[in-house]
């Protein structure tokens, strides 16, 4: 099985910055994307940022991103860690929510299949 887990989640002041880290774990042959979603109170899910990861090579590349995060964020992916990162700077109280980090991963016995973490809030106070 795959597995995800988030770390870095609690309260951030506004202005300031977030960091935020997914770990995948388990029986992995290829991980072809990471990124992540979040979801404030009351509303829907969506997508913040994701990023492909090209394994030969280590290199992790750009997608998409949410537009109301441009130029705030900055996605990472480390394949040898099986690790995605995501910074957030000048955080907004808009930006409070619980965010998910979603997997694109081939396990080594299985086929393609999107895996997801917990969750971790991020809540930024004024």
């Known amino acids: 099985q795959v597995h995800l887990v988030e770390f870095g989640g609690g309260l951030v002041q506004a202005g300031g910055s977030l960091n935020l880290s997914c770990v995948a774990s388990?029986?992995?042959?290829?991980?072809?994307?990471m990124g992540w979603y979040r979801q404030a109170p009351g509303k829907h899910s969506y997508r913040v940022a994701m990023?492909?990861?090209?394994?030969?090579?280590?290199?992790?590349?750009?997608?998409n991103l949410q537009e109301s995060v441009k130029g705030r964020i900055t996605i990472t992916i480390d394949i040898a860690k099986n690790t995605v990162y995501l910074q957030m700077n000048q955080v907004k109280p808009e930006d409070t929510a619980v965010y998910y980090c979603?997997?694109?991963?081939?396990?080594?016995?299985?086929?393609?299949?999107?895996?997801w973490g917990q969750g971790t809030q991020i809540t930024v106070s004024l």
């Open positions: 990023t492909i990861s090209d394994y030969s090579a280590h290199i992790g590349y750009y997608i």
């Open positions: 388990g029986n992995i042959f290829k991980i072809n994307a």
């Open positions: 979603k997997g694109d991963v081939v396990p080594i016995t299985h086929g393609r299949n999107d895996y």
